[in-house]
């Protein structure tokens, strides 16, 4: 019993160092705990995605033979060894798509970062004044809004006749559409901040500069970043309609061309192809941005 | 009085009474879907044919689905599905969309039944290129817009290359890219471009525009003698078998239609106008140039096939294993004596 009258309990050779080598060995014990059930959660997300995935995947294969639709719907495996083989470059139909397919994915790539750096260089800046500076916000904002309803693809015979044929025409199409989920997330996160942070700051005598890097971009970012996620995704679906109509290279002239051709794998590889890209894509930029932002500042919407 | 109606008499009454609209049907005019390119000056032969009565003459109902310039695709594909008995529009998916269906072993599902604008394909360069024979710009490099790299004038102009001067494409050094024939002419007059392959009406619009001069033009044995049907009318092979007595009259009634033009081309002018969406003006200039005359011997699918076919052959686009008769063409509904 201890001078509190409490019951403790004795360890043999007991003293303060023994009590935090323990608490030690204990926080190593949950720390180890907790690592087992973050592979036990990350190997069932694994299982139900596998298992989601291989019911599409036989559902498709059923869908194709059954219905005798391979000509209109290729079976799974034709597809994989369609992508194998344009992956390899070895190729069963003459390849009738110009250059090989990583050059064609190089030149949509290309594309696709060219416009979402422009639309960030543009949007984001943008939105930080409008939703922090109210009467820049009534200036600006109705003109943007006017203009958001307009379909990306509406600015392609434009872009055309602006630009001419080629890869600038396209890159503005795919900046048309970053822009506006970048400005709109940007705008949102920068008005959402809680004010008592921005008081909290210029009690503090933290300078307009200090203000804004400590405290409004940080607080904005879980929203620019959620806009750079939709604008990447919105960039690979208008690169494929900008390349169908102004250009010769890029996954979206494969796909036109194999319709034309009527050939369905070559077509369902060209989708698979922009899928897989567009999420390495996703992963690459914004998932890095995202670590080296958000989870570094361990910021959140609240 | 009251009539009496026997239990006979009332079946028969009401087995009329249920048999009526088939028999109503059954002497009205036959329905045929067609699919046509529009507005177009190529497929006019069909609105001619609809002005003239051609259609009811031989007791037809024509249904007609329009499909855009760069819709054959589509066009070619709802035929393919049952959707249209006919469809008249470019050329080269036919074959195509049989290749494929050949290649994973099944029967070719389509035929080309017959073809218009023979030799409709011209080379357009711009008025800052003005060589003496093309052998002078093979090996420059040039930007050649073309509707897309599946078009029939690339196919067209493929075929010439191979048989004319055994080159391929791979062998020149032009860049060929794929503008909307709309946009070809504003393409050529700022410079984009330097020449275009595409069909009337582009062509005139760009001498007239002063965007270009017409350096080829395949109507004129620029491209190798007896120029085939750069159009193509296709038909499912179901729809041959099955109904060929109709598909007969549709023929006989597009051939009214192919009299009633060429016995006045001149007259027709305004007909071709309307339909494609042009002006007058551009129509008489064009004329000159196209022959929507819709008609296919024997002689012409072959030529056809040795031009065109091979050159998609040796690129690729279509099997070796197709053949052109059994495969490609039927001529069976082309009136006798003709083919």
């Known amino acids: 019993m201890n001078s509190d009258g409490l019951l403790t309990e004795q360890i043999p050779g007991a003293g303060p160092e023994a009590e935090v080598l323990a608490a030690a060995e204990v926080g190593s014990k949950l720390s180890e705990y907790g690592r087992l059930r973050r592979q036990r959660e990350r190997r069932r997300r694994f299982r139900r995605g596998a298992i989601g995935l291989a019911v599409v995947l036989c559902a498709w294969q059923f869908m194709a033979v059954a219905y005798n639709l391979q000509q209109i719907l290729p079976t799974p495996l034709v597809v994989a060894k369609t992508v194998f083989n344009a992956l390899t470059m070895h190729y069963e139909q003459r390849w009738l798509y110009g250059p090989n397919i990583y050059e064609h994915l190089a030149a949509s790539f290309v594309r696709a970062i060219s416009g979402f750096a422009v639309a960030a260089v543009f949007a984001i800046p943008l939105g930080l004044l409008v939703g922090r500076i109210t009467a820049f ?64 700051g210029r009690c503090f005598g933290a300078t307009r500069l200090t203000l804004f890097r400590r405290v409004i971009l940080p607080a904005a970012i879980p929203y620019i970043i959620t806009g750079m996620r939709i604008a990447l995704g919105g960039a690979w679906r208008m690169i494929v309609a900008g390349e169908m109509l102004a250009s010769q290279t890029g996954i979206g002239s494969v796909l036109m061309e194999s319709r034309f051709q009527f050939r369905a794998n070559d077509l369902m590889m060209a989708m698979i192809l922009i899928s897989v890209v567009g999420f390495a894509t996703e992963k690459l930029i914004v998932g890095t941005l995202e670590k080296k932002t958000t989870q570094k500042w361990e910021v959140k919407v609240l | 009085m009251t009539v009496r109606l026997s239990r006979r008499g009332f079946v028969a009454s009401a087995s009329a009474f249920i048999a009526m609209p088939s028999i109503v049907s059954a002497t009205g005019p036959d329905q045929v879907h067609f699919g046509v390119l529009h507005p177009n000056l190529t497929t006019v032969i069909h609105e001619i044919a609809k002005r003239t009565g051609a259609y009811e003459r031989h007791n037809l109902k024509v249904v007609e689905t329009l499909f855009k310039s760069g819709q054959t695709v589509e066009g070619v594909e709802q035929l393919w599905r049952g959707n249209l008995d006919f469809y008249m529009g470019g050329a080269p998916e036919i074959p195509r969309l049989n290749s494929r269906l050949i290649e994973s072993g099944s029967p070719a599902p389509l035929a080309v039944v017959s073809g218009a604008n023979p030799g409709h394909t011209s080379l357009v360069l711009s008025n800052k290129l003005q060589p003496k024979s093309i052998d002078e710009i093979l090996h420059k490099p040039l930007r050649i817009a073309v509707s897309s790299l599946s078009s029939v004038h690339l196919a067209f102009f493929r075929g010439y290359l191979l048989a004319e001067k055994h080159l391929t494409t791979k062998d020149i050094a032009w860049q060929f890219v794929a503008v909307r024939g709309g946009d070809m002419v504003p393409a050529l007059l700022t410079g984009q471009i330097d020449g275009f392959l595409h069909s009337e009406p582009t062509t005139t619009l760009a001498i007239i525009n002063k965007a270009g001069h017409m350096f080829m033009h395949a109507a004129n044995g620029d491209m190798g003698p007896n120029p085939p049907p750069a159009t193509l009318m296709g038909s499912r092979r179901d729809f041959i078998k099955n109904k060929n007595e109709v598909g007969k009259r549709f023929m006989r009634a597009i051939f009214d239609a192919n009299e009633a033009y060429e016995k006045d081309p001149s007259a027709m002018a305004p007909v071709i106008a309307e339909w494609s969406g042009q002006d007058e003006k551009i129509v008489r200039l064009a004329e000159k140039r196209m022959n929507p005359v819709t008609s296919l011997t024997h002689a012409q699918a072959q030529k056809w096939w040795d031009f065109i076919g091979m050159a998609m052959i040796e690129r690729g686009e279509l099997s070796p294993k197709l053949r052109p008769f059994e495969d490609v063409f039927d001529l069976s509904l082309q009136p006798l004596g003709h083919s």
Do not use: H, K, M, Q
């Open chain 1, 137 to 200: 916000r009534e200036y600006v904002d109705p003109i943007i809004r006017s203009l958001y309803p307009i379909p990306g693809i509406a600015w392609i015979p434009l872009a055309i006749l602006w630009f001419g044929l080629g890869n600038t025409a396209v890159i503005f199409v795919v900046f048309i559409a970053e822009f506006f989920p970048l400005y709109f997330n940007t705008e949102a996160g920068a008005r959402s901040i809680n004010p008592i942070l921005v008081d909290a």
